[in-house]
């Protein structure tokens, strides 16, 4: 896909599950193929030039990333990394501890990847090294609440300068029953994660929120939504973040064939979106205006995308 202020756009591919590059001039490039699982988040560090993703696990999932009505997860997910060149492939959580690992977040400065795990009802963090996992919060107890997906936190976002983190919990499929939630990015001293006293829902009875990111300049948060059409799905949404919650929200785009992934061109003032349709989509966030909606027609469906300013 054009990208016509440059930069990198990196996709998740779910199926056959792979990482690719895109580049400005539209050609495009797998990174690595055969991850054996369904890969999710991404998030590129473009200083050491690393890729660092998450596979949800085996044997639950079906093509469009729902659970199996019924199924108990493994829970067999990692968090893994590579070199923009496919090399120094390494798992940094293990199966058995990430759970059923959604969107990744890094803090490069601090040292930390952040996740949801979805069936695990989890947000979570460990060293970039993938030692020191620890639960921030937690929704459930797993596996008896695990077929309540009111509980399954999934898209996750860092506000390093506000110090909070968001994250989603989407609900059943076109239900109505997403939430946006907001915490502290440390549990607070004698907290535990499933009972923290700073917990916000922000955000209640939408659709069915996906993936998040944040406008730092602006103080906005951005989110998918793979909902039921009529109610505002399968679109890319913002609200301003405020010290009482998220204000203003608006739909920026609709029509999306199941919106999963979303990352911001910041410098760019850019906004990129994938859907299970194997669709990028490129928006200007100033204008709203879409520079161009681009199918790669010989590419599977889409998940995760992170933008490399480099």
């Not at 590059?21 to 590129?44: C, Q």
């Not at 996992?133 to 077929?147: C, S």
């Not at 946006?180 to 607070?188: E, K, Q, T």
Request: charged residues 25%.
């Amino acid at each position: 896909m054009a990208t016509e202020n440059g930069g990198t756009l990196y996709v998740l591919q779910a199926r056959p599950p792979a990482i690719i590059a895109l580049w400005p001039d539209g050609s495009h490039e797998v990174v690595l193929a055969n991850l054996m699982r369904t890969p999710d988040g991404i998030k590129v560090d473009a200083e050491s030039q690393t890729v660092y993703w998450t596979n949800m696990g085996s044997g639950i999932h079906l093509i469009d990333g729902d659970p199996v009505a019924g199924a108990v997860p493994p829970n067999d997910g990692t968090i893994e990394s590579a070199k923009f060149d496919g090399s120094e492939h390494r798992v940094l959580v293990p199966s058995g501890a990430a759970g059923t690992p959604k969107e990744l977040a890094l803090d490069m400065e601090g040292g930390y990847l952040y996740w949801c795990d979805r069936e695990g009802m989890r947000v979570m963090r460990a060293r970039m090294d993938g030692t020191e996992v620890t639960e921030l919060v937690r929704t459930g107890n797993f596996p008896e609440d695990t077929g309540d997906a009111t509980r399954h936190c999934v898209g996750i976002a860092l506000d390093k300068p506000n110090g909070h983190l968001y994250w989603t919990q989407k609900g059943p499929p076109d239900a109505g029953e997403g939430r946006i939630f907001r915490a502290s990015i440390d549990l607070p001293a004698g907290a535990q994660p499933d009972a923290r006293p700073d917990l916000e829902c922000l955000l209640d009875r939408l659709p069915e929120p996906i993936d998040l990111d944040i406008d730092h300049r602006d103080g906005v948060l951005y989110w998918t939504d793979r909902g039921d059409d009529r109610y505002d799905g399968n679109t890319l949404n913002r609200a301003k973040i405020t010290a009482s919650g998220l204000a203003d929200r608006e739909v920026l785009a609709r029509e999306l064939q199941e919106g999963i992934g979303v990352s911001l061109d910041r410098r760019g003032r850019r906004a990129f979106v994938t859907d299970l349709g194997g669709n990028v989509r490129e928006l200007d966030i100033d204008t709203k205006r879409a520079a161009h909606f681009t199918t790669v027609a010989h590419l599977g469906p889409l998940t995760g995308i992170d933008y490399a300013d480099v």
